[in-house]
């Protein structure tokens, strides 16, 4: 049973931009481990601190979004040969069409280390699977966004929970 399943979760964020993010996440009462600094000019720190992570928690689960957090929690994460290894593919075939040679290597490391690759739509599954030659029980699709059609048909008590969990008072 879920309700039996007790889930720890740890978030990291890497570079600056990522702070807004990890703010949110602290005020969401949420375990969260900050790495300000740019991940290209601090290679070596980030790795060993997030292989520290990795060998002192544990965990089962990676589950990485964006490629720079993509290939540090996967080389940090062979420490422990039995995690699972999740990322996000947010694109298609955009190394391989603007030529971006780092971005291939990165593409060909995510896939070859990877458990699992969640993508946003159909077409990023088949190119996956066709192009880059993935295994299709690699790949997943769950798509991003929103049911619209869930809000026009939204029943009044829908409407009226929604406003109570936003703190909507109109």
Request: charged share 25%; no cysteine; aromatic share 12%.
């Amino acid at each position: 049973r879920l309700s039996e399943v007790s889930l720890e979760t740890k978030f990291v964020f890497i570079g600056t931009e990522t702070e807004p993010l990890f703010n949110y996440t602290l005020n969401l009462r949420q375990d969260a481990l900050f790495l300000g600094e740019s991940a290209k000019k601090k290679i070596a720190p980030h790795l060993f601190r997030l292989l520290n992570l990795v060998i002192r928690t544990k965990p089962s689960k990676i589950l990485a979004f964006g490629q720079t957090a993509t290939i540090f929690s996967f080389l940090s994460s062979m420490a422990v040969p039995t995690i699972t290894r999740v990322y996000f593919r947010g694109h298609t075939s955009m190394n391989k069409v603007e030529k971006f040679w780092r971005g291939r290597i990165y593409d060909l490391f995510s896939n070859k280390f990877s458990n699992s690759i969640i993508v946003a739509n159909e077409n990023t599954r088949k190119y996956l699977i066709t192009d880059e030659k993935v295994p299709s029980r690699k790949v997943q699709v769950i798509p991003f966004g929103f049911e619209l059609d869930s809000f026009s048909k939204a029943s009044e008590y829908e409407v009226a929970q929604f406003k109570i969990s936003q703190n909507i008072d109109s």
